[in-house]
């Protein structure tokens, strides 16, 4: 509450916080399929200024956490090797692969670099010909266009010393794993802003109307918030499920479409394992056949990964239904979601991090069917 | 990571055969692909991310969108150079993630 309090719309922030209050007559549980917009929430009290039956859901959309360990080891092992410069954003620097993390590789001599811009990443390209230029490309469909372009110029400038480590990841499948996940409790989303600018919400009211469900696109800042969550208990409330714009001071219906014609020829639809929650059919974009040339795990072909989680996690018990969470040795003691052993604990949606995250506020009955919802996805 | 922020175009060039501008993000001025804002122009206001222009904003909710950014300190996180973002490295700890949007 700390930075609400401060914020300098408080005040409308909490008007329309009573409003969700007043309308709210049943309990509700929405989700919020972007980080981005986890962070908001969590960071502003957001969650906490809501009715305490309405439960905010925190969704699979932090690109880093659900990529999965092998290609942040196949990541490791090209960065390490001599003759590469290893372009990344930074907040890749940190996240552990089975041995290490890029920040120790830089440490251990490997050229390692942090840009703003796949572009930058090009430039260094045309600047150092006689290096292997390589771009660490994870992320939704908001970061895609920019990788993309940045194959497209490489491709059409000729550098051939350029290429993309690139797994891309998308919203509308992973919400359809989400609702089909025997289980599920989710009822309504708050679609990601961002992620709508590049690709509008063309793609949602076929999943509004198959799964009876609100879909509200919404911001990132406070007010943004709580008016998608406010719009979608309303929905809830009133028994509709539609698609409504809340951010449509930079959302349209079709998106950008620029950029969505340069994603089409780039990309081919793949599908793709998400690191905690496994592989969801056609939920990614790989280089399509014209641009595997620049696909850097066809470049560098990378063998002998064997990614090991670990030794003292019994992620595989879990997922299995043979221990809860909690009877996991590390549970909440060397594993927890800001240092993660394995696969549950590293997405907020996994078994593991949904008992750390609720399951300690919650009596021992709740606690157990808490965790057989959110294992189920 | 999926946050894109708004800032000024103050100037436009063609690099080669792709459009670039310089964007003023509340002080801060980075160069800025267009290509995908074919109808920007100087002066107006557009919404970034990773160096990429995606969509045209209005100044109202630039500014107040700028400002709300500032305010929780998101801005300085975003647009960090190499060298910040090496020195944010050395004191975090590893983690999966990065931006602590998983509660605690
Ligand atoms: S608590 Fe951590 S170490 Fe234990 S099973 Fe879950 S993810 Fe693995």
Redesign the interface.
């Known amino acids: 509450m700390k ?1 609400l309090t ?3 719309n408080g005040e409308i922030a909490r008007a329309q916080a009573r409003e969700i209050h007043a309308m709210t007559t049943r309990p509700w549980k929405i989700m919020e399929v ?3 917009q ?3 929430i ?3 009290g957001i969650d906490q200024m809501l009715p305490a039956g309405i439960g905010m859901v ?1 969704g699979p ?5 659900v990529t999965p360990l092998e290609l942040i080891d196949k990541a490791l092992a090209i960065a390490a090797q001599p003759g590469v410069i290893f372009c990344s ?8 692969g089975t041995e290490g ?1 890029l ?1 120790q590789v ?1 440490g251990r001599g490997g050229d390692v ?8 990443a090009l430039e260094l390209a045309v600047r150092n010909p006689d290096k292997q230029v390589i771009f660490f490309g ?3 469909e ?2 895609a ?2 990788n993309a ?1 940045s194959v497209h ?1 490489a491709r ?2 000729g550098i051939g010393n350029f290429s993309l480590l690139v797994s891309h990841v998308l919203v509308p499948p992973a919400i359809e794993a989400i609702m089909s996940s025997p289980g599920n409790e989710v009822q309504a989303f708050l679609a ?1 802003g ?2 709508c ?2 690709m509008g919400y063309w793609q949602y009211p076929p999943l509004a109307g198959k799964y009876g469900i609100p879909i509200v696109v919404t911001g ?3 007010l943004d918030l709580l008016d998608g969550i406010h719009r979608a208990v309303r929905q809830l409330e009133t028994g509709r499920h539609e698609v409504e714009n809340a951010y449509d ?3 349209t219906y079709r998106g ?1 479409e ?2 969505q014609r ?1 994603l089409a020829e780039v990309f081919e639809v793949t599908d793709r394992a998400w ?1 905690g929650i496994g592989v969801i059919p056609k939920s990614g974009w790989r280089l399509n056949a014209d641009y595997r040339d620049f696909d850097a795990e066809d470049r560098f072909q990378i063998a002998g990964i064997h990614t090991q989680e670990s030794p003292l996690c019994r992620s595989g018990d879990v997922l299995r239904g043979a221990i809860k969470p909690a009877q996991c040795p590390a549970f909440g003691k060397e594993c ?5 052993l394995g696969a549950t604990m ?1 997405s ?1 949606e996994g078994a593991c ?1 949904a008992y750390y ?1 609720y399951g300690r506020f919650l009596p021992a009955e709740e606690l157990a069917s808490a965790g057989k919802a959110m294992s189920a996805f | 990571m999926c946050l894109a922020i708004p800032g000024k175009v103050e100037a436009i060039s063609t690099d080669g055969a792709i459009r670039m501008g310089r964007v003023n993000f509340g002080g801060v001025v980075k160069s800025v692909c267009l290509e995908y804002v074919p109808e920007i122009e100087v002066g107006d206001y557009t919404i970034v991310h990773v160096g990429f222009a995606i969509a045209r904003i209005d100044e109202e909710s630039a500014q107040k969108t700028l400002e709300d950014f500032r305010q929780l300190g998101v801005l300085d996180e975003e647009l960090a150079g190499e060298e910040e973002a090496f020195r944010r490295a050395a004191s975090a700890p590893q983690s999966s993630c990065p931006d602590g949007s998983c509660p605690r």
């Open positions: 930075y401060e914020f300098r972007c980080g981005g986890t962070h908001s969590i960071r502003n925190h959309g932090c690109p880093v956490c954003f930074g907040d890749m620097l940190r996240v552990p993390d920040f830089k670099r942090v840009v703003y811009s796949p572009l930058d994870v992320g939704f908001t970061t266009p920019a372009m110029q059409r400038r990601a961002h992620v600018s590049v990132f800042e406070p001071r930079v959302v950008n620029a950029a340069l690191r927890s979601p800001r240092h993660p590293v907020s991090a995250n």
